[in-house]
């Protein structure tokens, strides 16, 4: 498996900005579909977005769509999660995921530790 590592959380205002980054080490990054999920405080965790192993199809959850963006680079082992207009519902422990299957949110199966993000009003 794959071993995922995410930084970039913190403390932002309502329509402010945050970049994740998701570092990956251990087998051929590029190989695996990269996804982002979010779980908030007594919530299930959900799914946020996800990428193709070449970058070629992205995929958002609805209420996202239009705010956040999923990139990566394979050159340096890392995705990304480019957040702007940020809203308080947007507070969460946001988790980093890999899948050598598919990029649809029932594929991922590696996970990364978490970085919290909270959005203050």
């Known amino acids: 498996q794959v071993q995922l590592v995410e930084s970039g959380g913190g403390l932002v205002q309502a329509g402010g900005s945050l970049r994740l980054s998701c570092a990956a080490s251990?087998?051929?990054?590029?190989?695996?579909?990269v996804g982002w999920f979010r779980q908030a405080p007594g919530k299930e965790r959900e799914f946020v977005a996800s990428?193709?192993?070449?970058?070629?199809?992205?995929f958002y959850a609805n209420s996202v769509k239009g705010r956040f963006t999923i990139s990566r680079d394979n050159a340096k082992n890392t995705g990304y999660l480019e957040m702007n207009s940020l809203k308080p519902e947007d507070t969460a422990v946001y988790y980093c995921a890999a899948s050598d299957s598919g990029f649809l949110p029932y594929y991922f199966d590696s996970w990364g530790q978490g970085t919290q993000v909270t959005v203050s009003s």
């Open positions: 990428i193709t192993w070449s970058g070629g199809y992205e």
């Open positions: 251990g087998r051929t990054f590029s190989s695996y579909a």
